[in-house]
């Protein structure tokens, strides 16, 4: 997914953005593109300092939306589509570890733009198959237990973070 592509159109009529839970990841993800774009900017004009800032201004969105995710949704969506969540686990795994080692700044000779580039587009992608796929199952998929547990999960992370920030 490009970083001037939308928000794809499915989202436009199948109903999952009023789902107060899907329409916060799908507002994390609008967030986390807008610093991604801010991140490859700061590398296509050579200053590794602001890239690296937005990279790791990354982090920190990403942390408190994946542990969300894996700890609510996707044990949530797990038994209809156990191949298609373990996949999405894994891209949070291999992003946050890519993300991680470009957030160390390292040699910007040694690719440090062509890494962040692959990482970006990975993280893109990983957006796309969870707000064309992933969002919309959960709404047929879904207990209100479930989405209760969701929401849960989410107020718990957002008063630890404004904890921590305090």
Do not use: K, N
């Not at 967030?31 to 790791?56: K, P, S």
């Not at 470009?102 to 707000?131: C, N, P, T, V, Y």
């Amino acid at each position: 997914m490009g970083a001037g592509r939308r928000r794809p159109a499915v989202c436009e009529y199948c109903g999952c953005l009023d789902v107060p839970a899907i329409a916060a990841l799908t507002s994390e993800h609008d967030d986390l593109r807008a610093v991604a774009r801010d991140a490859a900017c700061a590398a296509r004009a050579g200053d590794q300092q602001a890239a690296i800032a937005a990279v790791r201004r990354l982090l920190t969105l990403l942390e408190p939306h994946t542990e969300v995710e894996e700890r609510a949704l996707f044990p949530a969506m797990a038994a209809e589509f156990a191949e298609h969540v373990a996949s999405l686990e894994a891209d949070h795994s291999s992003i946050g570890v890519a993300l991680a080692d470009l957030a160390d700044g390292g040699d910007w000779s040694a690719g440090w733009a062509e890494r962040l580039d692959a990482a970006l587009a990975h993280l893109f992608e990983h957006i796309l198959r969870e707000q064309d796929g992933l969002f919309p199952a959960a709404l047929s998929v879904l207990t209100p237990a479930q989405w209760e547990v969701l929401q849960e999960v989410r107020a718990e992370v957002a008063s630890r973070d404004r904890a921590a920030v305090t």
